[in-house]
């Protein structure tokens, strides 16, 4: 699934599952990110496999416990 960008973000590859999508890291708080939440023991999961962004769709699948982030 793709989400749409903006002009001033550019696109971004999710890191997890190669989807594009928008990274509004130049607004934050409009950004899909700014409203998951994570455990500590998630974002170690993420740091550890990932060095970029998570489209909003794999980031809530962390977030919902749905992928086994223990490490």
């Known amino acids: 699934m ?5 002009s ?3 696109a971004s590859k999710c890191q997890k ?9 130049s607004d934050i ?9 994570l455990t500590s023991e998630q974002h170690r999961y993420m740091a550890a496999r990932w060095k970029g ?3 909003g769709h794999c980031l809530a699948e ?3 416990g749905k992928v ?4």
Request: charged residues 20%; glycine residues 2%.
């Open 2 to 6: 793709t989400e749409s960008t903006s």
């Open 8 to 10: 001033t973000d550019p």
């Open 17 to 25: 599952c190669g989807a594009d999508f928008a990274c509004l890291a």
């Open 29 to 37: 708080k409009a950004c899909h990110c700014s409203e998951v939440h």
């Open 53 to 55: 962004c998570l489209c």
């Open 62 to 64: 962390v977030a919902s």
């Open 68 to 71: 086994d982030y223990k490490i």
